[in-house]
């Protein structure tokens, strides 16, 4: 039973992540703000706020900001060409999944209490859904390349508190509710364990390319990132 699970895990993970998401979207469509988003409003905005915490926090949110990423995948680039193009094409995928989304649903982010200013909709959130599929995939390649344990659980511990914390950050500035940011997060998982079971059979079609080919690939990644 055990082995059958740990063979499947991925499915698993990408069926329970996908219908959370469908939950919490069912939710946001039956109320503009559910239980839950008023729970985590009287935590984060009305207990928690103080200057020191939004200077914090607004630090934090950065991270999430796509020059962060491209600055990361650029750093990659220079370690490992191939991971570095699967990172920035990652990152253009999730993008669009987001930006689909957003049109779909239409909810308009909440109003009156931002500490930033942010345009377009509100569900699901741009930088949890981002952040988790970008550092999520950096867990990923952490888990299958270091060797050395210690160092490979304390970095992954430290990514997954990123991602948390920029989720929470998301919802002291006041644009997002805890909806967004859950649907953000529980969409790019489902989305990550479609993403990394793909790249084995990308590596099986790709192995022969050269180093120029793949930073020919790797520059229209980035470009298509910042158009």
Not at 103 to 125: A, D, H, K, T, W
Not at 153 to 171: G, K, Q
Not at 202 to 225: D, G, P, R, T, Y
């Amino acid at each position: 039973m055990k082995a059958k699970i740990n063979k499947n895990k991925k499915i698993i993970l990408f069926t329970i992540s996908l219908l959370v998401f469908f939950l919490i979207l069912i939710d946001v469509f039956r109320s503009d703000v559910t239980r839950y988003d008023n729970w985590a409003y009287s935590i984060f905005v009305e207990n928690l706020r103080n200057d020191s915490m939004t200077t914090i926090m607004k630090i934090i949110t950065e991270f999430g900001n796509v020059f962060i990423m491209l600055f990361i995948i650029i750093l990659l680039f220079f370690k490992d060409k191939k991971q570095s193009l699967y990172a920035s094409v990652n990152m253009c995928l999730i993008f669009i999944i987001n930006s689909i989304v957003k049109v779909i649903v239409q909810r308009p982010r909440p109003s009156g209490y931002n500490l930033i200013n942010e345009s377009n909709f509100s569900f699901p959130s741009g930088h949890s859904m981002v952040s988790t599929a970008f550092y999520g995939f950096l867990i990923y390649l952490i888990y299958k390349n270091v060797k050395n344990k210690k160092i490979k659980y304390t970095l992954i511990s430290l990514l997954f508190i990123l991602i948390m914390l920029i989720c929470i950050s998301r919802i002291y500035l006041g644009v997002h509710y805890l909806s967004d940011t859950l649907a953000g997060f529980f969409l790019s998982i489902s989305y990550l364990m479609v993403f990394v079971s793909v790249i084995p059979i990308l590596e099986k079609n790709i192995k022969s390319k050269s180093n120029k080919e793949w930073s020919i690939l790797w520059m229209k990644s980035i470009v298509a990132i910042l158009i």
